[in-house]
């Protein structure tokens, strides 16, 4: 979510925005670690300017660690492994310490044969994909993540109507010489749902291909979502290869939703009796059982890590280099905004809007704790 | 290519047509496994209903043959190698034969480890992504498979008129317990450049969201992609996330190409004096150096296989199942149309259109060998 206006924004500084939210997760009973990874990976979301999955967020993890529907030092266990494989079971833990937890083991395990690949159930929302992905770079991996978010509903199959598919991220991060990696982080969806409601609450309209009416026609209008309509795929409509980003959406339930056994999309959990049970328990407060799919390759286990770094670099030069239509500025390669913004915001500040820092404020008053982040 | 119109098109069997192709391989001087593992890829293309890639072709993987420019019995090496990584030379190869030796590579170290990962240098054109990434089915494993074909540069980055990728497919197969398998197999440009030609041929508009002219505008006119304009990448412009096919096509070109050391992009390789030189060599019918990317998950290295099969039966029932938008008859599941086409063909034969049925009857009379193929 993006400030409303410039004015109404609040600069805050980002290291003690983090002591901030590592400070309310240790009063919510997590461990020093636990409580340290959830807050890195939820101000790293804010520092590299992705809004919509930091601390805006943090209210609501708060919330579900208060009620109990999530578990804040879960006991996170290797179901079943191969060298290479791994299932894991996030014991309805928050998000964030499961995730880091699962992509360590995916890197360890790269390291001894090359490649590591674990699935996850038993989770719940564990911020940006991104976080993970990148963890493979200081091993010179490259990193994979997804996860099968909000199977509430958002999106169903091409030339379907009943929402099945939540928005389904898809991560990887490679790296190179010179900085950025390459990192390439985005809902399988046109959008990410927090563009429509912020265009909603504007009262903005939004471009042809995001959303459908229940009619499965086109509008411009965010609020046609409800009601019976949806957020597009990627790719929009059939004509434009809409059933690409459907192909997408069930890719990300397939390796992090069925391969691990979670919750897959809204209906189908419903199907069963074992099913309805969880439905009915998830809405009573218990976990969401969200899946994730983690993945690592070392680079060094096809060619050597200097000459891949350095084609790398290459490539994304020629890319940046590369002549542009009329009106464009800049060619941009995936990682760098991020990298950008983090370099700006480590430096500047972080501008929260009013909202946000608003629901900072009451989680400091609800948690008994100082909210000192003020630039 | 479709046929042009029914009236036109020659109905073939399907068996005798893969006779015919393996026997045009073999007279090229294939071995008998060589010109079988290809004859095999090439007509399950056919057979699926994926006219782009099977006979349609054969002319140009004949001519190629001829001149020297691929290898039909190509020595391919494993270059360095971890238990659950490979990088594969493919010896300038004829990519089918290359691509099935290296899927095998991935699906065996699969085998050992639980995940087996292959990146490919030094092949050529390989015909349908989706057939290798389907070999990891009747092992229980989940396959993936991608090449930067085209690196002839079809669409530049977001923002950029400079042409640098390819359309770069994505192939993922996963197992089901009732047929149809899970398969998506899909260009990461909106469409391919297959379905261009033949709207232009056919003096046909196209969507909007497909094509841009050298200005950087929507065109309806499939010519418009020449001289300065392109196909757009999965998502379409900017404003509806073409960015994120952008991303696609980049992480194609990362495992396939650099990951491997093939070529990578139309410009990237021009760069370097030995850029400029393997382009000039190309250009004078040296191979391609396209690159391969090969996966292989073990299901039972995460949970028990039949678990796993009756979740992804049960998800894709209750898709199939869904509601439906007004005009949709069905909604289908990716692989579901190939799995009926290919029933279909075997059954009752392939139309072929003229203009590919009249390209075998010249292969058959340049190889001197019989073409009996009609039903």
Redesign the interface.
């Known amino acids: 979510m993006a400030p409303e206006s410039a004015d109404d924004s609040v600069l805050v500084d980002a290291r003690r925005l983090e002591r901030f939210v590592f400070t309310a997760f240790s009063a919510l009973g997590l461990s020093e670690s636990n409580a340290r990874d959830a807050a890195d990976v939820l101000v790293k979301s804010d520092v590299y300017g992705i809004e919509s999955h930091g601390v805006p967020r943090l209210a609501g993890y708060v919330g579900r660690l208060r009620n109990g529907s999530i578990e804040g030092n879960p006991e996170v266990v290797v179901v079943?492994?191969?060298?290479?494989?791994?299932?894991v079971d996030g014991a309805n833990g928050v998000g964030m310490v499961v995730g880091k937890r699962a992509m360590e083991i995916a890197i360890r395990k790269?390291e001894?044969?090359?490649?590591?690949?674990v699935?996850v159930r038993n989770s719940s929302h564990f911020g940006i994909a991104g976080y993970y992905a990148r963890m493979a770079l200081e091993h010179d991996m490259?990193g994979f993540c997804m996860t099968n978010v909000g199977s509430g509903g958002a999106t169903?199959?091409?030339?379907?109507?009943?929402g099945?598919f939540g928005t389904n991220p898809i991560a990887?991060a490679?790296p190179t010489g010179t900085p950025p990696a390459?990192v390439?982080d985005?809902a399988?969806t046109?959008?990410a749902s927090g563009k429509l409601q912020i265009a909603q609450r504007r009262g903005q309209e939004v471009?042809?291909?995001?959303v459908?009416d229940s009619?499965?026609n086109q509008s411009t209008n965010p609020a046609d979502r409800h009601g019976g309509g949806y957020i597009l795929p990627?790719?929009?409509m059939r004509?434009?290869?809409g059933?690409?980003?459907?192909?997408?959406l069930?890719?990300v339930?397939?390796?992090s939703g069925?391969?691990?056994?979670a919750a897959?999309?809204a209906?189908?959990t419903k199907?069963?009796p074992e099913g309805a049970r969880a439905e009915q328990a998830r809405s009573d407060g218990a976990g969401s059982n969200t899946g994730h799919f983690f993945g690592a390759?070392?680079?060094d286990?096809?060619?050597p890590v200097d000459?891949?770094k350095a084609?790398?670099d290459?490539?994304m030069s020629?890319?940046r280099g590369?002549?542009?239509?009329?009106?464009?500025e800049?060619?941009?390669?995936?990682g760098e905004p991020e990298w950008e913004a983090e370099r700006d915001r480590l430096e500047n500040g972080i501008p929260l809007d009013r909202p946000t820092y608003d629901s900072l404020v009451k989680v400091a008053k609800d948690l008994d704790i100082p909210l000192d982040v003020d630039l």
């Open positions: 079943h492994e191969l060298p290479s494989t791994a299932l790269a001894a044969t090359g490649a590591g690949f699935s490259i169903p199959a091409t030339g379907g109507r009943t099945f990887v490679a390459f390439m985005f399988t046109v959008v471009p042809l291909g995001w459908v009619e499965g990627l790719g929009g004509e434009t290869s059933h690409k980003g459907y192909g997408l069930l890719l339930d397939i390796l069925v391969l691990s056994g897959v999309g209906t189908a199907l069963t390759l070392r680079v286990g096809f060619r000459e891949f084609q790398m290459e490539m020629v890319i590369s002549e542009r239509l009329p009106g464009w800049r060619i941009f390669v995936h």
